[in-house]
């Protein structure tokens, strides 16, 4: 029996994170996989690719600083739009409004505007329920900022006294805005006649345009796109790409060219997986399995759980059958008594898997071999011929078919605590929520709230980590945030910690650990679930580059505080140094850190920030004996390491002067050490304080 595999897509965590967070009841939602990944394909822009195997996709900033891979990869084989050279013109007035429909390349296209216009990567993302009057800059080095999916109501909150103010601080920051927003009639109306403001309407590029920008950042030689392109089915590129497709569509496409070229996909094939046709022939699909209560229930199966093992899917069909009870069978009716006999539902031959599979225009993939910290195992993944067509089933039954929507609530709401199986139901649920409509969208995620299974919990966050995705939505799940940060029940403080450590948090930095404040000091009751809770969302935090300096200075702020803050920080430290024990990006950070000269960028003018949350951890009496066994396992892989040990030996020179508590406990163990690095400075330290025990007394 296979092990539950992660998929094929599921990245590979830091190897400095991956016990960290398995002691924490798994990795940190902080990638997207699987249906994830590619559900957002047909809504992006030119750099949201859509291959065969679903690929993992860092979260796009929605606050804070944007990372400069986001606006690289906007970046790499943009094909400027007729409109572009209109756009950057307005944002020498500082405030450029882009108006267009999602899928239209709307946010890849903002991106290049601003670092053409700013020359810079030091790029930041506002928040769409931002209101733009009373915005103030909020860095002294961003020169751009984007404001993705403004809401509508904003935008008409906005008048010509607010925008000039919006102008006068932007100018006084060096800076420009490029504010993105749905393209509706009212909007156009206000920004045109009420402000003054002509929006440059946005339409996408001529699909020929982003296939060869695309194809020429993979084959610079024109020769050789030409030679690749002549081997594809006569008329197949002209024929496709007369189509309406989205940038994302024709990303698509290149994607598969690519892979002909690679020797992955005949030239015949190239059109078999593509999603062109994924949304009309989902009813069709369903129609043809509704006669068969089991290929339905598979269908549906693989549709949320398409990239898991085969034996997962086919477990799960079998779950969502028990739960259905009758509910997916067309006919209610049975054979009477003397009717001719009913198939043996016990019979061990049915149809093949392979039949099975066809049924449902899906296949199993060949033999993979995946490697968790503790073994490795094979993985034969489900998917669909056809790219995105579980999500364009999952959207026609919701939209379509109330009551089997509310099957699949059910059905999602009883996933066994498996870790990814959850965390893909929860995203689905997610996912439903952005395809609701009314004031009881996120309804079916509130209710998880009220379980007293730390699995729901962990499935309510990813439920609201995916449904933020959504601009309109987000604004609800902040309100929802903000409320059950203060709560009582510690379920509903557990769930707004663990949204932080989804793309909610990882979209907005700043907001997520205000949360995270307010969620561990608003009721100091001793709780372990919300101290873990938050420990996770701080450690997924950390995991990301850009935000991982902000995070640092959250934490050197919390064990100042005292209480549950204090205790919560200290034990994230320790937890962070146990990881980067392993050699690893992480234990090179630390080591960077810690040997960072006083007052350098990143560091306070006397100690780096790194040392003072160490010598807290050390300290405070819940952390000490983790902490602790992190350092000495940090000593231990120094011995190999000349750049760790010499970040170990200017640890414990710097901790020499804090020789009590459990700075103290500590050097008595890496003295006894001997030769390893920092055992003679903990000597030396020792030595000297024995020698003033009479005036100091002991520690």
Known sequence: ????????????????????????????????????????????????????????????????DIAAEQTLA??????????????????????????????????????????????????????????????????????????????????????????????????????????????????????????????????PPSPRAVLDAKLATVFPDARRRCSLLATLPPGFLDDTLQRALTPAQVVEIAGEVVRVAHGEVEPDAIGEHLSLHATGRAPQLLERVQGNA???????????????????????????????????????????????????PGFVFHRSRHERMTAIEAYVAGREVHTTSTHSYFSEPVAFTRHLQGRAVLDHVWREHRDAGELLVEW??????????????????????????????????????????????????????????????????????????????????????????????????EAALSLLHTTVVSRDDGSTAVESAVRRALLSLFAEGTVRPRVIDTLVQWTSEGGAARRTACAAVAQLLRGAASAGEAGEWWSGHLLARPGASGSSPTEPPGLVLIRHALMEQTTYDATRAALLEWQRR??????????????????????????????????????????????????????????????
């Open 1 to 64: 029996m296979n092990a539950e595999p992660s998929g094929p897509a599921q990245p590979t965590l830091p190897p400095d994170f991956r016990q960290a967070f398995e002691e924490m009841g798994g990795p940190p939602v902080i990638w997207n996989y699987g249906l994830v990944s590619i559900a957002g394909t047909v809504d992006g822009g030119q750099h949201m690719g859509g291959s065969a195997a679903a690929r993992g996709e860092t979260v796009e900033s929605r606050e804070g």
């Open 74 to 203: 906007a970046m790499s084989g943009f094909a400027e739009p007729s409109w572009f050279t209109e756009a950057l013109q307005k944002t020498h007035s500082r405030v450029a409004f882009l108006v267009g429909a999602p899928g239209s390349g709307r946010r890849t296209a903002a991106l290049n505007l601003l670092h053409r216009h700013t020359g810079s990567f030091a790029l930041r993302a506002v928040d769409s329920d931002v209101d733009l009057a009373a915005w103030t800059a909020t860095s002294a080095t961003a020169r751009g900022y984007l404001v993705d999916g403004l809401l509508e109501s904003r935008v008409l909150a906005l008048d010509m006294l607010g925008l000039d103010s919006l102008r006068t601080r932007l100018h006084d920051a060096d800076a420009c805005m490029v504010v993105v927003v749905k393209e509706t009639p009212r909007v156009v109306a206000h920004l045109r006649d009420l402000l003054h403001r002509a929006p440059v309407l946005v339409s």
């Open 294 to 344: 089991e290929d339905l229930a598979l269908l549906l199966a693989t549709c949320i759980f398409e990239h898991f093992d085969h034996t997962v899917v086919e477990e799960e069909a079998r779950r969502l059958l028990a739960v259905a009870d009758g509910r997916l069978d067309a006919t209610a009716s049975r054979p009477e008594e003397g009717d001719v006999p009913a198939g043996n």
């Open 412 to 509: 999602l709401r009883q996933t066994p605590d498996a870790q990814r199986r959850a965390d893909r139901a929860g995203f689905i649920l997610g996912q439903f929520a952005q395809w609701s409509s009314g004031q009881r969208a996120l309804a079916p995620i509130e209710e998880l709230a009220a379980s007293d299974r730390p699995g729901d919990w962990r499935m309510a966050a990813r439920a609201f980590g995916a449904a933020s995705a959504d601009p309109v939505l987000a604004t609800a799940v902040k309100n929802r945030l903000r409320g059950w940060a203060r709560a009582a029940t510690v379920s509903y403080r557990c769930i707004a910690a663990l949204t932080c450590a989804t793309e909610f948090g990882l979209a907005r930095p």
């Open 638 to 699: 120094s011995a190999g390491d000349p750049r760790r040990a010499q970040a170990l030996e200017h640890l414990v020179d710097r901790l020499a002067s804090h020789l009590h508590g459990g700075v103290f406990r500590l050097f008595t163990d890496l003295e006894r050490t001997a030769t390893a690095p920092g055992a003679e400075r903990a000597a030396r330290a020792l030595a000297e304080w024995r020698k003033d025990i009479p005036q100091k007394g002991r520690a």
